[in-house]
């Protein structure tokens, strides 16, 4: 008992350190990452962290997953290349455009337009979609999250009126990368994607998926280096999850336990972050939304997706809310959210780097 006693002062004084200089040492971060009893200590910490620059304000971002054919292959994603079980859809303009104005009359003024590398939505298709919702929308924030693409494409976009870019680095070890995907792939081009979007002037999101195949805490602190050199303005993370249609499909998933970890160490380290609360962290507990807002995230993104097609964006197995409208989800996480302690707010819920110190 005294042992345990000790250890978690070890934790608490770790965290305290982490809080007031928003970075530790390798090995004071292993200790973090790998104890279970960091847990609370950790998200009460960030949860204060959180409070001082966001208050109680969680921001809704509006999921529109519009097409589910990809051309990559990663070992790990339900819609890869090589599943050829998956019933491919691509939305129109018009499907797109119906989706926003359906959030919008709910609500939201941030629209995530996620996908998979689909070459049939070419530059030109994907400036007049994000120049017709700003025109339709222009008090609204537009994120993209379409994966890796030449730099004049991320400029093209930008100029048309996108504001964000989402795009998970997934490992920042580039053994472990080549691990979890095929050889045409690579980290270099990966980071090559998101210096250019941060260059270009859009507000950046990176993120790492805990507890994939292969992963090690020494990769998770090697994600966290990374980031430091970044300094993105969104971090999504979530536990691994498998798909059955993939090489990894018998792989353990990640731990509830160890991604609220992180998401709390990460709004340590990053006080000024949007870290969203993921569906995948809804997937793997039925309260795994919640907690992740008290461990430190202050996003959650409801889908606009059309119910006709979410079942067919399977990036993971057993994936949550594939059957809801639109009003269901966002009415469903407003109620989550409110009973975790906090409150959905209707903005585009922009950064606020301006209160870093």
Not at 44 to 69: K, P, Q, S
Not at 117 to 132: G, K, L, M, Q, S
Request: glycine share 8%; with cysteine; aromatic share 8%.
């Amino acid at each position: 008992m005294q042992r345990r006693n000790r250890d978690i002062m070890i934790d608490q004084t770790i965290i305290q350190q982490l809080k007031q200089n928003r970075d530790a040492a390798d090995e004071q971060l292993q200790v973090l990452i790998e104890r279970e009893e960091a847990n609370t200590p950790l998200a009460a910490a960030a949860d204060e962290v959180r409070r001082a620059h966001y208050g109680t304000e969680v921001y809704l971002r509006g999921l529109i997953e519009f097409t589910n054919v990809c051309k990559n292959n990663c070992y790990y994603c339900g819609i890869r290349a090589g599943n050829h079980t998956v019933k491919r859809y691509s939305l129109t303009r018009e499907e797109i455009l119906d989706c926003c104005a359906e959030g919008y009359a709910l609500g939201f003024r941030t629209f995530v337009l996620q996908g998979g590398e689909n070459p049939a939505y070419t530059d030109t298709e994907i400036y007049r979609i994000v120049a017709e919702i700003r025109s339709r929308f222009p008090d609204c924030a537009i994120t993209l999250s379409i994966g890796e693409k030449p730099r004049a494409s991320y400029q093209a976009y930008f100029d048309a009126g996108a504001d964000r870019y989402l795009l998970r680095h997934e490992t920042a070890n580039e053994v472990h990368y080549a691990r979890l995907h095929p050889a045409e792939m690579s980290l270099a081009n990966r980071k090559r994607c998101l210096w250019d979007l941060k260059e270009i002037g859009y507000q950046v999101g990176a993120g790492f998926m805990v507890g994939a195949p292969y992963e090690t805490t020494a990769h998770l602190i090697e994600d966290l280096r990374f980031l430091q050199e970044l300094q993105p303005d969104m971090i999504g993370i979530g536990p691994y999850l498998p798909h059955q249609q993939t090489p990894f499909r018998d792989c353990r998933s990640g731990t509830l336990s160890q991604t609220l970890r992180m998401l709390s160490i990460l709004r340590l380290m990053f006080p000024y972050a949007l870290i969203p609360a993921t569906t995948a962290l809804g997937t793997i507990s039925p309260i795994g939304r919640e907690l992740g807002l008290k461990a430190g995230a202050n996003v959650v993104m409801p889908n606009l997706s059309p119910v006709r097609v979410r079942k067919q964006y399977e990036l993971y197995d057993d994936k949550i809310c594939t059957g809801e409208e639109a009003a269901q989800c966002r009415g469903c996480l407003a109620r989550r959210v409110s009973n975790a302690g906090y409150q959905i707010v209707s903005s585009r819920g922009d950064v606020r780097r301006e209160i870093e110190e």
